[in-house]
């Protein structure tokens, strides 16, 4: 494969660094690119990556010691246009990889700062790039993370992207209905539609990958050295499902399924996803073309996971307990999934399926960083869809009063502490 000039948005990130590593190792010349806000928000929600991650400096010298490649890092805030307009410009790159976004979908609940912080932060980034492409760089494959919750759950299957409808006689191919469940999942429908329309007028090309929840935390890169770790997060805000109870179940706690758990979602490991983006770059969308891949490789029921955990525990003698909690979201938690994941395997996708060595290995990686574990995270999540909530749990440890949720953005002003949002109320969508 040819080398080719990547510039990788949200380096700093769970996904964006173990896909820099797995880009340059495949001799590809990487820059990377984060504004480090992701650590600004881990300060502010009082959480933690479970695994010790390193600055970014550190990160790519010790890249660079044991593999001689240079990853270029540069802090930028994609925000700002012109910083955005310059770098295009002047690295030229082949590929631009988009991870740089708020998101977590309870944060973006919390309440109206934090929903508009992130529909602006993730709108006007995707924007500033796709205008800097249009004038500096129109060949260049615009490769996005979108996500699986685009679509919603709908009765029917999901197709990728788009659908052909017949309506009165008439057929056509149209983007596929969407109906995400949150004000991040909002924010990422509003990407693609702008994507697209910069497609179609401009002459753009780009990948939509709209991606599932991920697991896991190793790819070959990243198991090198400890010192290439990338975040695991498990809180209630940014930790994702299985993360959760591969934690929940290493520290013997239950497991923590949100209503009934039939709410089924695709997932993938992580392995998979640092080849789904290598296997998009490698095989680029046509000069004017949106397309859209579904990322996932398997979907599961958040309760069939949850068994899944416990069975995997039980091979070892260990007994794991499951708890239903009122659900602080609002989405159907009983309803019909299929949604189509085939391109990617055209192309050559090789899966890593979710198995008890993965579950196992997960646990081990917990045990030998347990005691950065606040187990006060694990528990109810203080985030609610209808009544919205707080980023942090608890008092900041020197302090005895709740922390206030304060902003670190343009538009944070200060303001009340909101309640906890009350764990007791559940209701069903309609
Ligand atoms: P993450 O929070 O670990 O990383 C995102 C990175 O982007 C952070 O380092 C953050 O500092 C940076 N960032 C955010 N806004 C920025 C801005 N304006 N300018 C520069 N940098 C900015 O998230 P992740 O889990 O690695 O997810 C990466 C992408 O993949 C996101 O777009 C997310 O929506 C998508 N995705 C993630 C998952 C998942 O399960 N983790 C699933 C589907 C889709
Ligand atoms: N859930 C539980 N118990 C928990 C945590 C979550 O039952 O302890 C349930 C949720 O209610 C939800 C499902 O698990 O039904 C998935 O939740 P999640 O927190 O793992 O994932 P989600 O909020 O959807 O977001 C994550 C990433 C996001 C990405 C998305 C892909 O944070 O960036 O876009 O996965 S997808 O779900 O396909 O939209």
């Known amino acids: 494969m040819a080398k080719k000039t990547v510039v990788v948005l949200g380096v700093d990130g769970y996904l964006g660094w173990a896909t820099a590593l797995h880009l340059s190792q495949a001799g590809h010349d990487v820059v990377g690119i984060d504004s480090l806000v992701r650590r600004r928000w881990d300060r502010e929600c009082g959480t933690q990556s479970l695994i010790p991650i390193k600055s970014m400096p550190q990160r790519v010298a010790l890249w660079k010691r044991l593999t001689g490649r240079t990853i270029r890092w540069r802090p930028m805030d994609l925000c700002d246009a012109r910083a955005v307009t310059q770098l295009v ?4 790159p082949d590929a631009l990889i988009h991870f740089a976004e708020q998101r977590s979908a309870p944060f973006s609940m919390i309440d109206l700062p934090h929903a508009t912080m992130t529909q602006v932060n993730n709108v006007v980034g995707t924007l500033n790039l796709l205008f800097a492409l249009r004038d500096y760089a129109p060949q260049a494959h615009l490769i996005k993370l979108g996500t699986m919750g685009e679509y919603g ?7 990728e992207g788009f659908l052909t409808i017949t309506h009165n006689g008439r057929q056509d191919r ?22 697209q ?17 991920v697991y896991g935390n190793h790819t070959a890169e990243v198991a090198m050295h400890p010192g290439l770790a990338t975040r ?3 809180d209630a805000i940014w930790g994702t499902v299985l993360n959760r109870f591969c934690i929940q179940a290493a520290l013997g706690r239950p497991l923590t399924v949100y209503g009934k758990g039939g ?12 080849a789904c983006v290598r296997l998009a770059l490698e095989h680029p969308a046509a000069k004017g073309e949106y397309r859209v891949f579904n990322q996932f490789t398997e979907q599961f029921s958040v309760k069939a996971l949850a068994e899944k955990v416990i069975d995997a525990r039980a091979a070892h003698g260990l007994k794991t307990t499951l708890r239903h909690l009122p659900n602080p979201r609002v989405e159907r938690e009983e309803h019909y999934y299929n949604a189509k994941h085939q391109k990617l395997l055209d192309l050559g996708l090789q899966p890593h399926y979710l198995g008890d060595t993965l579950i196992e290995s997960v646990i081990e990686t917990v045990e030998r960083h347990a005691t950065r574990v606040d187990p006060v995270e694990l528990e109810q999540p203080n985030v609610d869809w ?4 707080t980023a942090a749990w608890r ?6 009063e709740p922390r206030p949720v304060v902003l670190v953005s343009p538009i944070s002003r200060p303001r009340r502490p909101l309640r906890p949002a009350d764990p007791t109320r559940a209701a069903q969508p309609r």
Not at 89 to 92: K, L, M, V
Request: with cysteine; glycine share 8%.
């Open 263 to 274: 709410q089924t979602r695709g997932f993938l490991d992580i392995r998979d996803t640092v």
């Open 89 to 92: 410009q002047e690295i030229q």
């Open 174 to 195: 149209l983007p596929f209905p969407m109906q995400p469940g949150s004000f991040y999942h909002l924010s990422k429908l509003h990407d693609s539609h702008n994507i």
């Open 197 to 213: 329309f910069a497609c179609r007028i401009w002459g753009l090309r780009a990948t939509d990958l709209h991606q599932g929840v």
């Open 386 to 389: 209808r009544r919205g909530g």
């Open 232 to 234: 695991f997060d498990y």
């Open 395 to 400: 008092t900041a440890p020197a302090e005895s």
């Open 153 to 159: 759950t709908p009765n029917i299957d999901i197709e």
